[in-house]
């Protein structure tokens, strides 16, 4: 089971890129990396999702090292409505109930 | 859009009552989820279903109980609720097919539970 450690909280500014980053230090071969964003009394919402070096949509990026023992997720240019927790899941292709359980994520907060 | 509906956005209940929050998807997906979220500990695993009949307990399943009678719905029971079962309850789905990658979770609004 690959569990992730990200810090507990972040602060910043409007209009500045946003950097979180995930470790999984014992992240399998087949294992996927996924992140997603809570709003306050909403379920979390899928935003990005990689298996190696970068990955880009329109909300996000998503770096991944050689090694794929950490993750950073990417947020460019935040705004107000960016501040929410953040949650990095690991896990494979296929089901595997141990690919659900969420860490404590990473609460944002991002001033004016 | 894809979507998973729970029936009950805010309850309030009296300790023993017997608790039922439904959830429905409607994306033909195999696996579905119940987790509840309490400050400060983030979101814990209750069951999981991956086809119709068939439960798995996640984390913390005391106290609570799932049914799976069609694939679509899925369905958390509280025997004889609790007030430390005060939360909010989120139910989840995801294909069981991993597609280009690893399942994606999307998630219910949420339950909001309150036991007196």
């Known amino acids: 089971l690959a569990k992730t450690t990200q810090p507990i909280s972040m602060d910043s500014y409007e209009g500045q890129e946003v950097n979180i980053t995930c470790s999984h230090n014992?992240?399998?071969?087949?294992?996927?990396i996924t992140w997603y964003q809570q709003f306050p009394s909403q379920g979390p919402r899928f935003i990005i999702q990689?298996?190696?070096t970068k990955v880009t949509n329109e909300v996000a990026s998503l770096f991944i090292p050689a090694d794929r023992k950490s993750s950073t997720l990417s947020l460019p240019r935040v705004s107000l409505s960016d501040t929410a927790v953040y949650y990095c899941l690991v896990g494979g292709v296929g089901y595997n109930n141990n690919d659900m359980r969420f860490g404590a994520g990473t609460r944002l907060t991002v001033k004016p | 859009d894809v979507k998973v509906t729970q029936s009950s956005r805010y309850l309030v209940k009296r300790t023993g009552e017997k608790v039922f929050l439904e959830c429905v998807q409607d994306?033909?997906?195999?696996?579905m989820f119940w987790y509840r979220q309490d400050p400060g500990l983030g979101l814990r695993l209750i069951y999981f279903s991956y086809d119709v009949k068939m439960k798995e307990k996640g984390d913390i399943p005391e106290g609570y109980s799932v049914s799976r009678e069609k694939k679509e719905r899925f369905s958390l029971i509280l025997e004889s609720a609790s007030t430390n079962q005060t939360s909010m309850y989120l139910c989840a789905s995801s294909s069981g097919t991993g597609n280009s990658g690893a399942n994606v979770l999307t998630f219910g609004a949420g339950s909001r539970l309150t036991v007196l």
């Open positions: 990689g298996y190696k």
């Open positions: 014992n992240i399998a071969t087949n294992d996927y």
């Open positions: 994306m033909d997906h195999e696996n």
